[in-house]
């Protein structure tokens, strides 16, 4: 399993793990944190809990996902062909733990957010009100050329009811896979801009962070946050604001 991202080194709170399992090969994890493993790709039997995955790839639809409280064993088994997880980890903090279970497609609230070249779809995995001690989690499509994460939030500041406090992190991909997006950090102090392409990883600790698709390609991003409670209050740039409000 390729380690991606490490508490403490390139985030506070989120871990993030990558396994390619061939198929019948199994994994086993034991974490004393938060386990939130995405199936991207593939199928794989989960012990004690079912069977997970059957998406070819994450443009096809909504995917499944495993959770699993701090000190739960997980074992994983790819059938029927490969099968490609990512492990998103995290401590409990003051959180209650969740159930151990499979969440499907039917789990999560899919819906259609902003208009125009800033339309895309957002997939909801673990949001505020599901059974998850800290985690928050889901995936977002971009429509080749168009923008998400905007009008541009950060969520950095623990200012209830402004702004929550909540460090997030992103794992990208493109169809097609050659393709790439660019993903703007900016805040009081400077702003910067990357080139993201298939497989990057990107970690947020602060500040706005819109992103957009290069023309001809779908982007795709799986975002994971934690931090002060499981509310979701970010706070717009006032700059941009308007294109939402009106």
């Not at 623990?158 to 805040?187: A, S």
Request: a negative charge.
């Amino acid at each position: 399993m390729k380690t991606l991202l490490t508490p403490g080194k390139e985030t506070e709170l989120i871990g993030l793990e990558l396994a390619d399992l061939a198929d019948g090969e199994t994994l086993e994890l034991t974490r004393d944190t938060e386990i939130a493993a995405v199936v991207l790709s593939g199928v794989v039997d989960v012990e004690g809990l079912g069977t997970a995955g059957g998406r070819g790839g994450v443009f096809e639809g909504a995917g499944h996902t495993v959770y699993a409280p701090p000190g739960t064993p997980l074992r994983f088994q790819a059938t029927g062909g490969p099968a490609q997880i990512v492990v998103c980890t995290a401590p409990l903090g003051d959180g209650r733990p969740g159930t151990a279970r499979i969440i499907g497609p039917d789990d999560q609230d899919v819906a259609e957010r902003g208009e125009g070249n800033w339309a895309r779809t957002v997939r909801t995995v673990l949001g505020p009100d599901d059974d998850a001690g800290r985690i928050l989690l889901g995936e977002t499509i971009n429509p080749p050329g168009n923008w998400s994460s905007y009008p541009p939030h950060k969520h950095d500041t623990h200012e209830p009811p402004r702004e929550v406090k909540l460090e997030e992190v992103y794992l990208f991909k493109l169809e097609p896979e050659n393709g790439f997006g660019i993903q703007l950090r900016y805040n009081g102090e400077g702003e910067e801009a990357f080139t993201v392409r298939d497989g990057d990883v990107a970690a947020i600790p602060n500040g706005y962070h819109p992103v957009v698709a290069a023309p001809g390609y779908k982007l795709y991003y799986l975002w994971v946050m934690a931090g002060e409670g499981r509310k979701m209050i970010p706070y717009l740039d006032p700059e941009h604001a308007w294109v939402q409000t009106g």
